[in-house]
């Protein structure tokens, strides 16, 4: 498609479970970011990949998140361990160069 | 570093009012401003930005935003609202124009009445 993709758009999981958030990012894009938005704290940024490098690490909350990017397209987030608080819906971005990032629909995540 | 404060979280008016959303900054470095609508369960969506040139800029769905450099300032407006902007608005910064992250605003959320 011609937008960035997100999936799953929601997923439910119990407290302790690990979990895989998936981003296609719009073909071509170099840049892509993940941010995280929550009821309390508003749209957090979490992690950022130049191609497949991350040079920007600083939003991760924890080391139960971690995310990787291969190919220069596709990235996963990873959630070890969920945590009650680790409900939000997760955000991904991609830009290209000088341009605005662009954003997906977000993957909903709750935790019970 | 940078921070972004939306003044209003919950704006209120009425269809074919006039809105203004306010938006200020805090940037040691200069600073390259935008604005983001959010539908319920959707993504962002840019309105517009400002990266360099004239300080009034016009975005997508009428609305236009000015950037004022002393009052460190990007005022997101609209002359006439109708139902459909009834959303959240985002107003965000970043260093450069694309590949850093954007630092966001709490978010206004604007509510037309009919």
């Known amino acids: 498609g011609a937008g960035v993709s997100q999936s799953p758009s929601n997923k439910v999981t119990e407290k302790g479970k690990d979990v895989e958030l998936r981003c296609d990012p719009i073909?071509?894009?170099?840049?892509l970011y993940w941010y995280r938005q929550s009821l309390g704290q508003g749209l957090e940024f979490l992690i950022y990949?130049?191609?497949?490098?991350?040079?920007?690490k600083s939003g991760l909350p924890s080391d139960r998140f971690s995310a990787e990017r291969t190919g220069g397209s596709v990235s996963t987030l990873t959630i070890q361990r969920t945590q009650q608080e680790d409900s939000a819906v997760y955000l991904c971005?991609?830009?290209?160069?000088?341009?605005?990032?662009?954003f997906g629909d977000g993957t909903r995540l709750s935790i019970l | 570093a940078q921070s972004v404060t939306q003044l209003d979280s919950q704006v209120p008016v009425f269809e074919e009012a006039p809105v203004e959303l306010r938006c200020n900054y805090s940037s040691s470095v200069s600073v390259y401003l935008f604005w983001y609508v959010q539908y319920p369960n959707q993504g962002l969506q840019l309105l517009l930005k400002y990266l360099s040139g004239s300080t009034l800029v016009k975005g997508i769905n009428g609305f236009e935003a000015e950037f004022n450099k002393s009052q460190t300032s990007f005022h997101l407006r609209k002359p006439s609202v109708h139902i459909s902007d009834t959303a959240e608005y985002f107003c965000a910064v970043s260093s450069f124009s694309g590949n850093t992250p954007l630092v966001f605003g709490k978010g206004t959320r604007l509510s037309v009445i009919a």
């Open positions: 073909s071509g894009h170099t840049a």
């Open positions: 971005a991609s830009s290209d160069r000088d341009q605005p990032q662009h």
């Open positions: 990949f130049q191609g497949n490098s991350a040079p920007d």
